[in-house]
């Protein structure tokens, strides 16, 4: 799941998310670690202009410093960073950052990144945001080897170059950390298909998966990359139980097998993983609804 409190977009934060802070996202990694969840989320954004500060907020905590907080607090669940803006920073200076954060987990970091979309954040640190996708497909291939078993990583490309420079701590992980490519876009899609481990599409409903997911293994079939991939889904809103409030016309809720049943749809369209997002009114419902999804309705999943 995406946590509450680090990212608080009008788009998608509960109203309690204004006043929570360090304690409530501390207590809710605490649960997802408790009740098997497989990953908590961490998006990235350095600053938002004012033109898109209404809508989006100018409240987006670090993934690198927030992910490490929580690294230190839990004990089991993966740490994911939905998605890092790889292209703002040269690729020797994020997988600083990540293969640290990596070694201090004992090995739980997901990297996911993905091209941006606010152009003054790339303006303000000089990145050509009309090239972001060239960027970023080239700081994928570097970040690959700069994370991989090599203290003395060497890559030569377009924009980045580096060789003769050693790094430690390595990552714990070995060949090195999945790499997870966010978004929907044709240029996306075929980012992750070619360049990725793993897919997190971006706003796509149901009916637009199969579609996208059958695209996605054409182009790597065709690009010759045989190595697995791992299709994720960002499910509808959640509500374990009868909510007895509104909760939008959108929210799947009801009874655990209800829930299952509905979200089982996404394996068959190939998805692997599903991020779950619930409604809530406090962190202590969050909390309860994370609580009987990971013991009521996450049994029934896979069976």
């Given at each position: 799941m995406q946590l509450p409190?680090?990212?608080?977009?009008?788009?998608?934060?509960?109203?309690?998310?204004?006043?929570?802070?360090?304690?409530?996202?501390?207590?809710?990694?605490?649960?997802?670690?408790?009740?098997?969840?497989?990953?908590?989320?961490?998006?990235?954004?350095?600053?938002?202009?004012?033109?898109?500060?209404?809508?989006?907020?100018?409240?987006?905590?670090?993934?690198?410093?927030?992910?490490?907080?929580?690294?230190?607090?839990?004990?089991r669940v993966r740490l994911l960073s939905h998605v890092a803006v790889a292209g703002l920073k040269h690729p020797l200076v994020t997988a600083k950052q990540y293969a640290t954060l990596d070694r201090l987990s004992g090995g739980r970091l997901i990297l996911g990144v993905?091209?941006?979309?606010?152009?003054?954040?790339?303006?303000?640190?000089?990145?050509?945001?009309?090239?972001?996708?060239?960027?970023?497909?080239?700081?994928?291939?570097?970040?690959?080897?700069?994370?991989?078993?090599?203290?003395?990583?060497?890559?030569?490309?377009?924009?980045?170059?580096?060789?003769?420079?050693?790094?430690?701590?390595?990552?714990?992980?070995?060949?090195r950390p999945p790499l997870w490519v966010g978004g929907s876009s044709p240029a996306a899609v075929r980012r992750a298909a070619v360049r990725g481990d793993g897919w997190l599409p971006q706003g796509d409903r149901r009916a637009a998966l199969p579609g996208q997911i059958g695209k996605l293994r054409r182009l790597r079939a065709a690009a010759g990359v045989d190595a697995p991939v791992v299709i994720g889904a960002i499910a509808e809103p959640l509500y374990v139980g009868e909510p007895g409030w509104e909760v939008g016309r959108r929210t799947l809720s009801g009874a655990p097998e209800r829930i299952a049943e509905s979200l089982r749809e996404y394996r068959a369209m190939g998805v692997d993983q599903i991020q779950v997002r619930f409604r809530s009114r406090g962190c202590d419902e969050l909390r309860e609804q994370m609580a009987a999804f990971g013991t009521d309705v996450a049994p029934l999943l896979n069976g």
């Amino acid at each position: 799941m995406q946590l509450p409190v680090q990212s608080q977009s009008t788009l998608f934060a509960e109203s309690w998310e204004a006043a929570a802070g360090p304690v409530e996202l501390v207590a809710i990694a605490r649960a997802a670690d408790r009740h098997g969840f497989a990953y908590i989320a961490c998006c990235e954004h350095l600053a938002i202009p004012r033109r898109l500060a209404e809508a989006m907020s100018t409240v987006w905590y670090d993934p690198v410093a927030t992910l490490a907080h929580l690294a230190a607090v839990t004990e089991r669940v993966r740490l994911l960073s939905h998605v890092a803006v790889a292209g703002l920073k040269h690729p020797l200076v994020t997988a600083k950052q990540y293969a640290t954060l990596d070694r201090l987990s004992g090995g739980r970091l997901i990297l996911g990144v993905g091209a941006g979309h606010v152009a003054e954040e790339f303006d303000v640190l000089g990145v050509d945001f009309e090239r972001r996708g060239a960027v970023l497909d080239e700081t994928i291939d570097a970040l690959k080897a700069a994370l991989g078993p090599e203290e003395f990583p060497e890559f030569a490309g377009e924009r980045f170059a580096f060789e003769g420079l050693g790094q430690a701590p390595r990552p714990e992980q070995t060949p090195r950390p999945p790499l997870w490519v966010g978004g929907s876009s044709p240029a996306a899609v075929r980012r992750a298909a070619v360049r990725g481990d793993g897919w997190l599409p971006q706003g796509d409903r149901r009916a637009a998966l199969p579609g996208q997911i059958g695209k996605l293994r054409r182009l790597r079939a065709a690009a010759g990359v045989d190595a697995p991939v791992v299709i994720g889904a960002i499910a509808e809103p959640l509500y374990v139980g009868e909510p007895g409030w509104e909760v939008g016309r959108r929210t799947l809720s009801g009874a655990p097998e209800r829930i299952a049943e509905s979200l089982r749809e996404y394996r068959a369209m190939g998805v692997d993983q599903i991020q779950v997002r619930f409604r809530s009114r406090g962190c202590d419902e969050l909390r309860e609804q994370m609580a009987a999804f990971g013991t009521d309705v996450a049994p029934l999943l896979n069976g």
